[in-house]
């Protein structure tokens, strides 16, 4: 961005707006209508035939609900259904099936359903209290099958209600009119006399009593609404239960609708930066959010995380709306949400070209953000079990005036989820704040829910992966060694994007990867590392899909055969070009992604024995990599100061998975094998016996020396690793 156009970031733009500036009225959403379809039915009692009909009919409806995000997000929201079923003696026994905590009703499965013996769950109403470890261990000594998932933190609830059906859903337009001044007269009157309305209580005992009480007192209620958290509706069958949900969350919507209705959304101003500017300081900002959030570890360790950033016109408008503050400050919907997204975001209200502004400019709102989170657990979190998580006062959710809204996770999906909560979250207090005025909860409700031990569960990971939270790009991972490097660096846990210019041999090797590890980890991206702006806008790409990179592996690589005297200039050309400038150019374009960053980094550079050992009639290739070679070095000269590492790792005649071609051998093999009258199993064991420790070298191999430097286990720069299975020849001096 040019120095002209940095006031241009103005978050407000002069005049500010008169009515929306974006569509908050979902008017192209379509109206929520009941989905449920005899056919559909019955298919899944068909496809169910193993389980009782009234399970498969339970697993039908939970997915219809968990489909509509107005409805449930992200394992959010439960569903049961009461059975009888017969015991190892043969007797038949009433037993609820309830969702498992934190399982996703969107695909759910009868496996996803725990069964628990009904008679002792209903006992427990007669006890005044129970503890966290009581309530777990009643749960575990009433499951039907030892082996079956922790159930919903609510089986109380369901289990303590007459009906047959339970559903429940933590509806966006429920929730907004809970929020309102009043709201739950209003809500009272929108919904009708057939819906308890109620004050808002702590899931567990004290809810589920609160809740079978009423339905005691009001026999013919199919819906109770606990104000901040979500409804719950009942039902004898599957249908109408699913269906009193889908009414009643209608009529709520219908209401917001209308009275949004006279407030006609305007078109947004046109925004005060170019496309382009915008991109860039999207992606900067990206970056700087993810060096900002990564965190110092206990054992000295540094955990770095993702960035999901959400930047479309509604949100990038919402981020400079004149409630964006309050927005931000103002607390989750239902304290279910808490435990991913925490209850504020951070807003940064400025933005800078220059990347030490922009660092302290965020860098300020993530400290008083921390600070105001310790003010807030120390004025309203008495006697909270905070646990072991130094991550507990770390915020989640950003909006970035004019830009819009970032999530920081320690998984990629961690950062999406919260991404897909906040988006969500904002616009339904868009319309909440048209509509009336937004009250917060009380924050000791959404803390007790956010520390809650049986909540947690859903959001911490117990990964212990040295690479857990960084990104790995591997050029050249079309290719065998560079499918060995990406396996590995997935193996210990970092997120791989893998490269390559040949977008079939890429896809191989993709899918070779999906195969075996989380898609959510493993990315692919063509670009010609010859170019130095194609390689700029790759990484640029990276850093929209990830918010920055970690360990950039330069492994793309030709080879050329021909003497000296044979070598045609413009192959040399070609080969100094991929080999030699091909390294020059990601390193720098690493340089300012890894500074902004301020975490450091990794430059692992996949040289060649070749550099200590050339071989005649190999002079391109060895040439090329020597100066390749050069070049790390120099890097690791000039990097150090800021923390990033630069090895070169050597490797020597690695073959590997036969599904994935290697274009150097298609290259070396031939002539290699003729001139030795070999066949390619023949080369494999020549090679093999010609080192010294008579092993074969595989591409993991050159992998796991990728991750020893990326593991900054040892204090090392500039150093070269043989993985050749020992040759005198390169024995470094
Ligand atoms: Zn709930």
Request: proline share 5%; charged share 25%.
């Amino acid at each position: 961005m040019k120095k002209k156009n940095a006031a241009r970031f103005n978050p407000r733009p002069a005049g500010g707006f008169r009515g929306y500036p974006y569509n908050i009225t979902r008017s192209r959403e379509k109206r929520m209508e009941s989905l449920y379809n005899e056919e559909d039915a019955r298919r899944f009692v068909e496809k169910y035939a193993g389980y009782p009909e009234e399970l498969a009919l339970r697993v039908y409806t939970s997915r219809l609900m968990g489909g509509d995000a107005r409805l449930v997000l992200h394992g959010g929201g439960n569903t049961s259904v009461k059975l009888k079923q017969p015991t190892i003696f043969k007797e038949m026994a009433d037993v609820i099936f309830i969702k498992a905590s934190g399982h996703d009703m969107a695909c759910i499965e009868p496996d996803g359903f725990t069964s628990l013996t009904l008679g002792p769950l209903r006992k427990l109403r007669r006890i005044e209290s129970l503890s966290d470890e009581e309530m777990i261990n009643q749960f575990s000594i009433n499951r039907l099958s030892a082996g079956s998932p922790n159930p919903s933190v609510e089986t109380l609830l369901h289990a303590f209600l007459p009906h047959k059906y339970v559903d429940h859903s933590h509806a966006d337009d429920i929730l907004i009119l809970t929020h309102l001044q009043d709201g739950l007269s209003l809500l009272q009157e929108v919904l009708g006399p057939m819906a308890a309305v109620l004050p808002y209580a702590k899931s567990g005992l004290p809810l589920a009593k609160l809740v079978v009480e009423q339905v005691e007192r009001r026999p013919n209620i199919d819906a109770v609404v606990i104000s901040n958290h979500g409804i719950f509706t009942f039902a004898e069958d599957a249908r109408t239960a699913y269906e009193n949900m889908i009414s009643y969350v209608n009529r709520a919507e219908v209401f917001i609708q209308e009275q949004l209705g006279v407030r006609a959304p305007i078109e947004r101003p046109a925004p005060c930066a170019t496309p382009k500017e915008i991109e860039s300081m999207r992606i900067r900002c990206a970056q700087i959010i993810r060096g900002v959030c990564a965190r110092q570890t206990a054992d000295g360790g540094l955990q770095r995380v993702y960035v999901d950033m959400r930047t479309s016109h509604g949100m990038a408008a919402a981020s400079y709306d004149e409630k964006v503050e309050t927005i931000c400050a103002s607390g989750v919907l239902t304290p279910d949400h808490a435990v991913r997204t925490k209850n504020r975001m951070v807003y940064v209200d400025r933005l800078s070209e220059s990347d030490e502004a922009l660092w302290e400019i965020i860098q300020k709102s993530v400290n008083e953000f921390r600070r105001n989170y310790q003010r807030d657990i120390d004025v309203h979190g008495q006697g909270l079990h905070l646990g072991l998580d130094t991550f507990c006062f770390d915020p989640v959710l950003f909006m970035v005036a004019g830009l819009g809204l970032f999530a920081v996770g320690r998984s990629r999906k961690q950062a999406r989820i919260a991404a897909d909560i906040g988006e969500r979250t904002v616009y339904a207090k868009l319309r909440a704040m048209a509509i009336g005025t937004y009250r917060s909860m009380d924050p000791s409700h959404v803390f007790e829910m956010e520390f809650w031990g049986l909540q947690r569960v859903k959001a911490e990971s117990v990964d212990k992966s040295p690479l857990l939270g960084q990104v790995a790009l591997v050029t050249g991972g079309g290719g065998v060694i560079g499918c060995g490097i990406a396996d590995r660096l997935l193996a210990a846990g970092a997120a791989v994007v893998i490269s390559d210019i040949d977008v079939r041999r890429l896809d191989t090797v993709y899918s070779i990867l999906a195969e075996k590890y989380d898609k959510e980890r493993i990315d692919r991206i063509c670009f010609d590392v010859t170019d130095y702006s194609a390689v700029e806008k790759a990484f640029e790409e990276i850093s929209v899909r990830f918010g920055g990179m970690d360990i950039i592996v330069p492994n793309a690589g030709i080879a050329h055969v021909a003497p000296i005297e044979n070598l045609d200039p413009e192959k040399l050309d070609q080969v100094i070009a991929v080999n030699l400038k091909g390294t020059f150019t990601l390193i720098k374009a690493a340089i300012p992604i890894l500074k902004r960053q301020r975490t450091g980094g990794n430059i692992i550079v996949i040289s060649s024995k070749n550099v200590f050992d050339p071989g005649a009639a190999f002079g391109a290739y060895s040439a090329s990599k020597a100066g390749a070679h050069q070049i790390a070095k120099i890097a690791a000269l000039e990097l150090a100061e800021i923390g990033i590492r630069v090895n070169m790792i050597n490797p020597d005649a690695v073959f590997g998975d036969e599904r994935v071609c290697s274009k150097l051998w298609e290259e070396v093999g031939p002539e290699r094998m003729k001139s030795r009258g070999l066949d390619p199993e023949g080369l494999k064991e020549y090679y093999r016996g010609r080192s010294l420790l008579k092993v074969r070298v595989m591409p993991e191999h050159v992998g796991n020396a990728v991750v020893f430097f990326a593991s900054n286990l040892t204090p090392t720069t500039g150093a070269t690793l043989p993985v050749d299975a020992g040759n005198p020849a390169t024995f470094s001096r």
